[in-house]
């Protein structure tokens, strides 16, 4: 059976608020691996993942919005100095996307991210998004982030919201 | 590389409020046929698909909530007089599935669907939920339906929800 073009999937992720930049979030990094898990599992090449990391406009971030990173060798050609910020954060997802032997582009935008994320779901037309999402601690069950509760309303495609499981909810909501 | 166990989808389907009981929802055959294309692909042992139709409890529907479908031969048996309603929405589903060579179940529960889809989720802890939802319409682009949005909120496992092509919204948002 010839396979088709591979389903493209468009995740949306996020650095830590504790840990600091170079470190995915907790929900990020569920989200991401719940895919590779559940949706990609062994079929390595019938999926590309499309990872969009958005900045907020007044942090002190990296510049560089127009690149495409797509594998490990596009950050070793950079200078130790512009490895800033969203980038060790790319440079996370696209090494473990090369690691497992699943294609990749990854790239940085600058706003507000609910609605960059919708703009660029319109732009790259994605099968589908993958959010993650803090909501599901003992006192959050019905939370849902505003920023997949809008994506799901408003995005250009279907969406895949990923709840943290509530063991891996820090105490403080603050600390993701 | 050994496959761990089929990733396991619950998909909540409804019947066509224009044809009635024995055709599927436009919405209900979109998401099914888009899970087949964008998540299953060509991987049918990865996948197990779980139906779940819940009857509202005013309507005239089929009384058997005990059983469970998987296999075009599961409706044969049955005599004609019970082949109503619900039934043959499961038939469908379950059929395709037999087409197409990925395992499924098929059962039909009454009561409110949101909470039953809900309360189905924690029983039998799929992978992931799917849901059509009819919105995207012209004037609809906001309205996610009440069902889809309430799991997305309240269901222990991710949601994905697909909503309706444009082009495939009735003229009439009831008619579909």
Redesign the interface.
């Known amino acids: 059976?010839e396979?088709?073009e591979p389903?493209r999937i468009l995740m949306g992720v996020n650095e830590s608020t504790i840990k600091g930049y170079p470190n995915p979030s907790i929900s990020s990094k569920g989200a991401f691996e719940?895919t590779i898990?559940?949706?990609v599992?062994?079929?390595t090449t019938?999926f590309k993942l499309l990872f969009l990391h958005v900045q907020v406009p007044d942090e002190d971030g990296f510049d560089d919005m127009d690149s495409i990173y797509a594998s490990p060798d596009d950050f070793k050609n950079m200078k130790q100095r512009d490895r800033t910020r969203g980038l060790h954060l790319l440079e996370y997802f696209v090494s473990r996307c090369h690691q497992i032997g699943v294609s990749c582009e990854a790239w940085i935008r600058r706003g507000d991210p609910k609605e960059v994320i919708c703009h660029e779901v319109a732009r790259v037309r994605p099968?589908?998004l993958v959010v993650g999402c803090r909501g599901l601690g003992p006192f959050q069950?019905?939370f849902?982030g505003t920023v997949s509760?809008f994506c799901?309303?408003?995005a250009e495609c279907?969406?895949?919201?990923?709840?943290r499981r509530a063991d891996e909810t820090p105490q403080d909501p603050v600390d993701d």
Do not use: L, Y
Request: net charge positive; aromatic share 8%.
């Open positions: 059976m396979e088709s389903t719940w898990n559940k949706i599992r062994s079929s019938g099968d589908f069950r019905v849902v509760e799901v309303k408003h279907p969406v895949i919201t990923i709840k």
